[in-house]
């Protein structure tokens, strides 16, 4: 993979390798790299649960971080349903999610087990399709700062391997928040990626208008202009919405 540019979408994936058909340790190198050198890191979190998701074989990724205000807060997630689904438990302030931020512990969880731990979002979550849940913590100088939360809809628990991966992958995610040594860099880079989320947020919902396609289409559409435009998504997002507020 090679560096980009201030502006590029991202960084370029070897085009005879589409995403589902890497290998796990290629995804992870790829995934590193493009970390580093995409200069949005809305964008950048945003191709890393993808890649999170195609790595350990699962059906949906998200991350949670502590928010400004303490708070558990949605950074990113690979679909609007995910999205939707980890909105929900904060909101209710439980579930996996909630609860590996909180403790700085991971959670395992399959099955029926999922409604009996957790009685308000277990249903929802089941009702979602997903029958294994597994949280890495993500650890700043000890202290929790986020948790990356991966969903399969078999009740297969993510085998050794994968689990090592999926610890690495939350490691990354970590420094790639941290960039710096103290706390304070953390929070403000969790404040810059909840401020482009939010931006992000609002295009898909132009998109929605404009287009009258699904939320769960939105993204992608929004990702097919910022490759055709050769400019990053949190840029085509930006000129969206000021060519909507633009519009009488």
């Known amino acids: 993979m090679s560096g980009a540019s201030p502006g590029d979408p991202g960084v370029p994936r070897d085009p005879g390798r589409p995403r589902g058909h890497r290998d796990p340790r290629d995804v992870f190198v790829e995934s590193v790299l493009a970390l580093v050198t995409t200069p949005e890191m809305t964008d950048a979190l945003n191709d890393f649960v993808r890649d999170v998701a195609e790595a350990l ?9 502590r928010g400004p205000s303490g708070e558990a807060e949605l950074l990113c997630a690979t679909s609007h349903r995910m999205a939707e689904l980890a909105i929900y438990a904060v909101g ?9 931020l909180r403790s700085g512990v991971g959670v395992i969880m399959t099955g029926e087990a ?8 277990g249903p929802y979550i089941e009702a979602a399709g997903f029958r294994m849940i597994t949280t890495i913590p993500m650890l700043w100088q000890d202290a929790p700062v986020g948790s990356l939360n991966v969903f399969r809809r078999s009740p297969q628990e993510l085998t050794a391997a994968e689990m090592l991966l999926a610890q690495s ?11 710096g040594s103290t706390n304070d860099r953390v929070a403000g880079s969790v404040v810059s990626v909840l401020n482009g989320r939010v931006v992000i947020e609002q295009a898909k919902g132009i998109l929605f208008q404009q287009r009258g396609i699904d939320m769960q289409e939105t993204y992608e559409a929004l990702r097919a202009m910022a490759e055709s435009s050769g400019r990053s998504v949190s840029q085509t997002a930006r000129d969206l919405i000021s060519d909507a507020q633009r519009r009488p």
């Open 57 to 65: 074989h699962v059906d949906a990724v998200g991350i949670l971080v």
């Open 92 to 100: 209710h302030k439980e579930g996996p999610c909630v609860e590996s």
């Open 114 to 121: 999922i409604c009996a731990r957790w009685p308000s979002v």
């Open 169 to 179: 992958f939350a490691a990354v995610a970590t420094l790639a928040l941290g960039q």
